[in-house]
């Protein structure tokens, strides 16, 4: 994903609510990953330095697979109820710009969202807009 994205605001609480579920469920599967972690973690410090398990880590990963890929696939879909405007969309405007006749117009609008953000870039006959 691009860094240049921005955040964008829902009028519900299922972002809220999403990223509470996942620190519930990082929390539960830290608490059963360590006791498989903590024998190779007495058996060498090295090895445990830099395989034990944290909540925050779990959160981490799992946040990012949400917020960048599983947000828009079944089963969450349904249950967030919010809108995937990913993709290209291409139409026509009619401007009425300064009162003058009106005049048709092409677009094309470039739309790559995230859970949490969304970049949108524009393009008209004679001119290019990019979301930032």
Same mark, same amino acid.
């Given at each position: 994903?691009? &860094?240049?994205?921005?955040? !964008?605001?829902?009028? +519900?609480?299922?972002?809220?609510? +999403?990223?509470?579920?996942?620190?519930?469920?990082?929390?539960?599967?830290?608490?059963?990953? +360590?006791?498989?972690? &903590? #024998?190779?973690?007495?058996?060498?410090?090295?090895?445990?330095?830099?395989? +034990?398990?944290?909540?925050?880590?779990?959160?981490?990963?799992?946040? !990012?697979?949400? %917020?960048? !890929?599983?947000?828009?696939?079944? #089963?969450?879909?349904?249950?967030? %109820?919010?809108?995937?405007?990913? =993709?290209?969309?291409?139409?026509? =405007?009619?401007?009425?710009?300064?009162?003058?006749?009106?005049?048709?117009?092409?677009?094309?609008?470039?739309?790559?969202?995230?859970?949490?953000?969304?970049?949108? %870039?524009?393009?008209? &006959?004679?001119? !290019?807009?990019?979301?930032?």
């Amino acid at each position: 994903m691009r &860094d240049d994205m921005h955040e !964008y605001s829902l009028n +519900s609480q299922k972002r809220l609510e +999403s990223i509470v579920l996942i620190a519930v469920v990082s929390a539960y599967l830290a608490l059963i990953i +360590s006791p498989f972690i &903590d #024998p190779l973690d007495q058996a060498n410090a090295i090895v445990g330095y830099f395989i +034990s398990v944290s909540p925050f880590a779990i959160f981490a990963i799992i946040f !990012y697979a949400f %917020d960048n !890929y599983l947000w828009h696939v079944k #089963p969450f879909i349904w249950l967030l %109820d919010m809108p995937n405007f990913n =993709g290209t969309w291409k139409g026509q =405007g009619n401007s009425t710009y300064n009162n003058s006749k009106s005049q048709k117009f092409n677009v094309k609008i470039k739309v790559n969202q995230t859970f949490t953000k969304i970049m949108v %870039d524009s393009q008209f &006959d004679r001119s !290019y807009s990019e979301s930032f």
